[in-house]
């Protein structure tokens, strides 16, 4: 499934979730798509931005642990569907505005959290968010570098 569906997707659910438990699992969604892009990208994407994809994957992978696994069995998983990135600027900005809503969810949730526990999770999984947006904000400037030095045809084909 196309990144951009699987961002959609996730942003519909974090809206509709209301519970701790919901949100936090919709966090870790965002942080498993985050995980799953990095990856791809580490392998297909432009060399240019290979560092930072792998980071972008580390970060995921971190941001997930510090939410803790939730029930979902592998379909239930929406990284777990990812086939296609497309376009990579949009996907990048798309995905890093997901994750700014995850952060100010999960800040909503650390004020109303009733146990440490749980605070800190939200603290470790909203520090994830924000430098999973850093990385990929870093990857688009480095994609807008790349198409300001391709030749004019070249611009057109995108990143795919």
């Given amino acids: 499934m196309d990144v951009m569906r ?35 990208m580490a392998v297909g994407g432009p060399p240019e931005l290979r560092g930072e994809a792998i980071g972008l994957s580390e970060i995921g992978v971190r941001g ?25 600027r949009a996907a990048l900005l798309d995905l890093s505005a997901l994750l700014g809503e995850v952060g100010i969810a999960l800040v909503g949730l650390a004020c109303s959290a009733g146990a440490d526990g749980v605070y800190w999770q939200c603290m470790e999984a909203i520090d994830a968010a924000d430098e999973s947006r850093d990385r990929i ?22 990143t795919s």
Avoid: F, N, Y
């Fill in 64 to 88: 997930c642990g510090a939410l803790g696994p939730p029930r979902l069995g592998r379909e239930g998983i929406r990284a777990a569907r990812l086939t296609r990135i497309g376009d990579a």
């Fill in 137 to 158: 904000l870093e990857m688009v400037r480095k994609l807008t570098d790349r198409e300001a030095h391709l030749p004019e045809p070249d611009r057109a084909a995108g």
């Fill in 6 to 40: 699987l961002i959609d997707q996730s942003r519909h659910a974090l809206e509709d979730r209301q519970e701790p438990v919901a949100v936090m699992t919709e966090a870790w969604q965002a942080q498993a798509l985050a995980q799953a892009v990095g990856s791809r």
